[in-house]
């Protein structure tokens, strides 16, 4: 891991006429994986004294390659793998590329090797090559890696900032506001239950739908205000089976019209039941500093486990038995960990220059 550290942007020995820092965001079809590459570029901006320039670039490959392991391409030549997108890669090469999914992996790390490494190269999330083939590679600890250049995340990096949380709570949606209004003049919490489901690895069921129905009903008893949001991947049975418990109290559902509440939940929210299916949404909420419940699915977690264990562990996750506890987690900030990684490849008076050739 480098040692240096990157200027403040308010360094004074900075001028204001700096050029930008071009950045491509190297990612697969998968709206996560690019929400992760977003979210570290964000809090990246934040750290560096040059503003940057962020070039978003979809890693589509051709035949043979789409259908191949990224350990494989290489034996094609680095031009051939550097061409194997669609549209192919070009110069001038950028000054930092993060990479994320099994095509952009083996092309960001060819790019790296054509600049002679004057283009930074990041993985995001287990590259499956060589850790040495990239400047750095920021993975979960779960994945069990190891090396050198390794910053190994207890969650997923995302968008979810301080600063965002705390203007979806200044302009929150007018239903979700009053519900909330309305749980704290009873004197009662307003609880957030963010919905996944089914996946390769996990099942939401009937009987886990009954068994969660049976709960948060218990909880609007007691006069706690509930505010639901399901994903595509939430089976129409277990949505019917949660509504038909919650129809005789007072609760928000998103029926999937209009903006989604996702943002102003995890703000607003003074508990938040997270489904355990998801890596992405147990990290967002672990951000939040609220107390948050981990909904268990039935399936094979495999390594879906050991993060459940690491949050566990931190003290920023419990698993949901139906009781809310008055908790304060710790702080969890593993993007802005990520991020200060990144910007420690860039110190001062070691940017590189603008790359117009190979």
């Keep these: 891991m480098p040692n240096s550290q990157p200027l403040s942007p308010s360094d004074p020995r900075l001028s204001s006429a700096l050029p930008p820092l071009t950045v491509w965001l190297l990612c697969d079809d998968k709206a996560g994986t690019l929400n992760q590459a977003r979210g570290l570029a964000e809090r990246l901006a934040g750290l560096l004294p040059r503003p940057l320039d962020v070039q978003e670039h979809r890693a589509r490959a051709i035949v043979p390659f789409k259908f191949l392991p990224a350990r494989l391409w290489e034996f094609f030549g680095i031009r051939c793998v550097i061409a ?3 549209p192919p890669l070009a110069p001038p090469w950028p000054d930092l590329v993060i990479a994320a999914g099994r095509s952009a992996v083996a092309p960001a790390a060819a790019i790296r090797r054509v600049s002679h490494g004057k283009t930074r190269v990041v993985a995001l999330q287990n590259p499956r090559l060589p850790l040495a083939r990239f ?4 993975a ?7 090396g050198e250049n390794l910053v190994a995340l207890a969650g997923a990096p995302h968008r979810i900032s301080a600063a965002r949380l ?3 709570k ?10 909330k209004a309305e749980a704290h003049a009873a004197g009662k919490p307003f609880v957030a239950v963010l919905l996944g489901g089914n996946s390769a690895r996990y099942r939401f069921d009937s009987a886990t739908a009954d068994r969660l129905a049976r709960n948060l009903a218990a909880l609007a008893e007691t006069g706690a205000r509930l505010a639901i949001t399901p994903s595509r991947r939430t089976p129409p049975d277990a949505i019917a089976r949660l509504q038909a418990a919650l129809r005789p109290y007072p609760h928000f559902w998103w029926d999937g019209t209009g903006e989604n509440p996702y943002l102003p939940l995890l703000a607003l929210a003074d508990h938040l039941l997270v489904t355990g299916d998801s890596v992405s949404m147990l990290s967002e909420a672990a951000s939040t ?8 699915l039935p399936g094979k977690p495999g390594k879906f ?3 459940h264990r690491r949050l566990e562990s931190l003290g920023l996750v419990r698993p949901f038995t139906g009781v809310l506890i008055e908790t304060v987690p710790p702080p969890f900030d593993e993007t802005g960990r990520a991020a200060a990684a990144v910007a420690a490849l860039f110190p ?3 940017f590189p220059p603008d790359q117009k050739s190979v």
């Design 84 to 86: 194997a997108l669609i």
């Design 135 to 138: 400047d750095l590679v920021i």
């Design 140 to 146: 979960p600890i779960h994945d069990g890696l190891a």
């Design 166 to 168: 705390a203007e979806a």
């Design 170 to 179: 200044a302009q929150p949606p007018a239903d979700l506001a009053a519900l």
């Design 289 to 296: 500093g609220r107390p948050v419940y981990r909904i268990d």
């Design 305 to 307: 486990a050991r993060f």
């Design 348 to 350: 001062a008076g070691a």
